[in-house]
């Protein structure tokens, strides 16, 4: 599957120009260049900085390093980059003389230059059709390959060990900083990209519903005088993929949060931490404000509150506002909407709140396994361009988009996440990212030189979907429905424990600073 992925996308990594002065307080990053691989079943093409044609046949060796190679650029460079290293050696034949020539790589993790390693010596050995007759097709391949598991666990362990990456996550996420600190703001906060017209003008209209007669007509004649909770699971799903009026979305979000979790809101406010209830009175103004009259304030302070008691191990976050914003915009009680908080947070999205951040960090790695799987075109341009799964998935995985999307587009996203639970997130980000995801051009020619940055295409990530929630919300719940088909709770359940499983290969001095050049 590897070589299959690589001959059909390609392959980002870095070549280290070893003949180049760094001179004396130059750093090793200066002599890398990022660069495409394109692979064929006679050449392997290196796109930049200049491009270089390596012949298979001509292919002498593939060597992977334990210690530090003797060429004067790598005296800067860190311990832990040299488990990511490649040298390809060939014999380069001309017209009267052959030459010997190598070429050094690093790629983004561990993980990639280990399979780079396996498959091409295999292809060095036995012939790049012999590998491929062995390889089962792409499309019988269910679950993420060993390597693209190990690919995304490598992340995982590194921003976990990460202090300065997992700081800068922590102000992505919990943007609550003093004015001296605005620089440090997130990739995530609204403050920094502005709103598409069409989205500006939804949410400033206010907190309103799409409830067309058509819609109401078509629940009426399935339901036929029965209760929404009578119907079938198989009766339900194109109701709601199609949209479902308030009525029954009070009915149906009962059901799905369940009775179990609710608790007296009155008994369990006044007993917060007050520094737990100083947070979230610094929170209840920037929900919304112009969405929610006091006596909502009120209520909304108390359910946060009210939750901080229930699970003092989480407390209070930033994101958590939002999320009980939604049940109290549509009108439920107190009770039912501190009943729905506790559902999302700790069944649909388990740990994702905590103040370690570890659920979401795991559930970003395994997306990143998913999209390696599932899209690789995309996935390729996500390490081209240095985008790290865990700032585009921040606004979904924290607050179901409840404080980014207008509140009509927010309750379709909803119908769907909370009748198909955890994995029903799952879905709906991978539909959004084959959706919106900006790829422009031609991956096969594919160029570094002035491209965008990560900001910028998270940024237009974020605009695309805004844009799409607004206009085309049914484009995004039919896409998340298909991709519900292959996203079995079972496979979530079993990437989370891939991902969370111990590695030891990993060094324990693993790279604090990220995996990108």
């Not at 570094?448 to 805004?466: E, L, N, P, W, Y």
């Amino acid at each position: 599957q590897w070589l299959k992925e690589t001959m059909h996308y390609g392959l980002v990594c870095s070549v280290v120009e070893s003949h180049k002065s760094i001179g004396r307080t130059g750093e090793f990053e200066d002599a890398c260049t990022k660069t495409f691989l394109k692979l064929n079943r006679a050449q392997l093409i290196i796109r930049l900085p200049c491009e270089m044609t390596i012949q298979l046949k001509e292919l002498k060796a593939v060597e992977g390093h334990s210690k530090r190679p003797s060429s004067p650029v790598f005296r800067t460079a860190k311990s832990t980059l040299f488990s990511r290293l490649v040298t390809l050696r060939w014999d380069q034949t001309g017209r009267a003389t052959t030459a010997a020539r190598y070429v050094h790589l690093v790629f983004p993790t561990r993980s990639d230059a280990t399979a780079f390693k396996r498959v091409m010596g295999d292809v060095q050995r036995f012939g790049i059709a012999s590998v491929l007759a062995g390889r089962s097709a792409q499309e019988s391949v269910a679950e993420p390959t060993e390597w693209q598991i190990e690919r995304a666990r490598e992340h995982f362990a590194t921003t976990i060990r990460g202090r300065p990456l997992r700081a800068r996550l922590l102000r992505i996420i919990f943007p609550c900083v003093e004015d001296g600190q605005a620089e440090a703001l997130s990739l995530a906060n609204d403050e920094h990209s502005s709103r598409p017209e069409a989205v500006h003008e939804a949410i400033a209209v206010g907190p309103s519903l799409d409830e067309s007669e058509e819609m109401h007509i078509r629940w009426a004649d399935v339901l036929a005088g029965r209760s929404p909770h009578e119907l079938s699971a198989d009766e339900l799903r194109p109701l709601i993929d199609a949209g479902m009026p308030l009525r029954y979305r009070h009915a149906l979000w009962s059901k799905w949060v369940g009775e179990r979790y609710l608790k007296s809101v009155e008994e369990l406010h006044t007993q917060s931490l007050p520094d737990v209830s100083r947070q979230i009175e610094l929170d209840i103004p920037r929900t919304h404000p112009t969405w929610m009259q006091d006596e909502q304030k009120a209520v909304l302070r108390r359910v946060l509150n009210a939750y901080s008691v229930c699970n003092p191990d989480v407390g209070y976050c930033q994101g958590m506002n939002f999320l009980a914003m939604v049940f109290l915009l549509l009108g439920f009680s107190e009770s039912m909407i501190l009943a729905g908080l506790v559902y999302i947070i700790e069944d649909v999205l388990p740990g994702c709140h905590a103040r370690g951040l570890e659920g979401y960090l795991r559930d970003a790695a395994v997306l990143d396994a998913l999209v390696h799987h599932r899209l690789p075109a995309v996935h390729l341009q996500l390490e081209a361009l240095d985008v790290q799964m865990l700032v585009l998935g921040v606004d979904h995985f924290v607050s179901l988009m409840a404080g980014k999307w207008p509140l009509a587009s927010v309750v379709r996203l909803w119908d769907f996440v909370l009748s198909e639970g955890s994995r029903g997130v799952f879905a709906s980000f991978l539909a959004l990212i084959e959706l919106y995801f900006p790829m422009p051009g031609s991956m096969s020619g594919i160029t570094f030189q002035g491209v965008d940055d990560a900001a910028d295409a998270v940024d237009a990530f974020r605009v695309a979907c805004m844009t799409g929630a607004t206009l085309e919300m049914d484009k995004i719940v039919a896409a998340s429905r298909r991709w519900l088909t292959v996203l079995p709770q079972s496979l979530i359940d079993k990437l989370r424990e891939d991902i969370l499983a111990e590695d030891e290969s990993l060094s324990p001095s693993a790279e604090r600073s990220g995996t990108a050049l």
